[in-house]
């Protein structure tokens, strides 16, 4: 698969789709579900519950955003690969958080949570044809391709990591 030309996304997800790297966009995402595994496997529910700042989300809040936005994003593509050409509107991701329930749920759960959505979402991806890919759609009112979500998919996941890795992680007062 070819990445995704400029034209094919918003501008707004410029940011998320440069950071995937090469082409094998299906291989970066198994990758990536293998190693947020492997991140979280090792972390505490204390981990889960901090914040770097005042007014950030914790750590299991943003595990589970990342989780809902992988399904509002492989939604979106799962219609525009279908043909159809609804127009998909976008969410607010401060309301989703709010809403979540994060705080309330174990770090291990919202782990499982993750690779179960993101075996579901390469699923998804592996199963379009090749005639899927550059199908284009409207979603938060603006165009974009199906090849185009699923390097948004990865590339989002890639953005949150390193917030997590860089502000997050170093952080956590050790006990």
């Known amino acids: 698969m070819k990445r ?6 918003a501008d707004f997800y410029a940011n998320y789709v440069s950071k995937v790297p090469g082409s094998d966009v299906l291989g970066v995402l198994e990758s990536q579900r ?4 492997q991140m979280f496997a090792g972390r505490s529910e204390r981990d889960g519950s901090f914040r770097y700042a005042p007014g950030k989300w914790a750590v299991k809040e943003v595990l589970g955003h990342i989780t809902d936005t ?3 994003f492989t939604y979106r593509a799962l219609r525009i690969a279908r043909g159809d050409q609804t127009r998909l509107p976008g969410f607010e991701q401060d309301d989703f ?3 979540g329930g994060f705080a309330e749920r174990t770090l291990a759960g919202l782990t499982e949570e993750f690779g179960l959505v993101r075996s579901a979402s390469i699923a998804l991806f592996r199963s379009f044809q090749e005639g899927a890919w550059p199908r284009r759609g409207i979603a938060s009112e603006k165009e974009v391709t199906v090849r185009a979500l699923a390097f948004i998919t990865a590339g989002h996941q890639i953005h949150h990591r390193l917030i997590l890795e860089e502000r997050y992680f170093p952080a956590i007062p050790r006990a």
């Open 4 to 9: 995704p030309e400029p034209t094919e996304y």
């Open 34 to 37: 293998l190693q947020m595994l």
């Open 70 to 72: 992988e399904r509002i």
């Open 97 to 99: 958080v709010r809403n």
